[in-house]
């Protein structure tokens, strides 16, 4: 199937500790995502990586980072996990200079 | 600062009945505008789009109206469905003058829609 697929579905992890989040796709993008939802279902940008190239990064604590080892995987790693970081991640890719985003199903990050 | 501004927050329409969400923007520099339905346990999935030098675009029961010189659009949903129960959400594609960086999509704070039968 053609799609963006992350991983984990789910994540219940404790304060403090470092987590990963991972995020492939397969449709030929050339730009991927990393999208926060609350819980108000707000969802706002985080990154956004070309080409394995970092062109949005926006106000974002820097225990968040993003790795692009190639330009169809995009991880997020975050460091030193609070409670405001629960909420559910999503991945998503377009081809850039395109509106037409592809998300995965998300992540959904518990920190308790 | 919001970017995108979307209303109502909640809707609830009897089956058969037309869903109306409105948006409003400010930023000149957006110049597509396309609508997400995200299911619970989904992600946002890409419904329709307009550009702004269009009006009106229609597909199927869905129903985008682009008013430019008052910076609003909305979706009109004819002959709603319960299976049409959904969150939505309006979104602008362009640079932020604001935050600067590429082009990206940036999205209203959604409508939780519900119908009933």
């Known amino acids: 199937d053609t799609a963006v697929s992350q991983t984990p579905k789910y994540l219940v992890t404790q304060m403090g500790n470092d987590k990963s989040i991972k995020c492939e796709q397969n449709?030929?993008?050339?730009?991927m995502y990393w999208y926060k939802q609350d819980s108000k279902k707000f969802l706002k940008i985080m990154f956004s990586y070309n080409n394995k190239e970092l062109i949005i990064n926006e106000t974002v604590p820097n225990r968040f980072s993003p790795k692009s080892p190639d330009k169809a995987h995009l991880n997020l790693h975050i460091n030193s996990l609070e409670l405001g970081d629960s909420a559910v991640y999503f991945c998503a890719s377009s081809q850039r200079q395109q509106y037409g985003y592809t998300f995965g199903s998300g992540t959904r990050l518990t920190v308790v | 600062q919001q970017q995108v501004k979307q209303s109502p927050q909640s809707l609830i329409v009897q089956k058969g009945g037309i869903s109306i969400i409105n948006c409003a923007y400010e930023n000149t520099a957006f110049d597509y505008f396309p609508w997400y339905q995200q299911f619970p346990g989904k992600g946002p999935a890409l419904l329709i789009a307009i550009r702004p030098d269009v009006s009106e675009k229609k597909e199927g029961r869905f129903t985008i109206s682009f008013n430019k010189s008052a910076k609003q659009f909305s979706l009109h949903i004819m002959d709603s469905q319960p299976g049409d129960s959904a969150t939505y959400f309006c979104a602008a594609w362009g640079q932020v003058i604001l935050t600067g960086g590429g082009n990206k999509l940036t999205f209203g704070t959604g409508t939780q829609l519900k119908v009933e039968l």
């Open positions: 449709l030929g993008h050339d730009t």
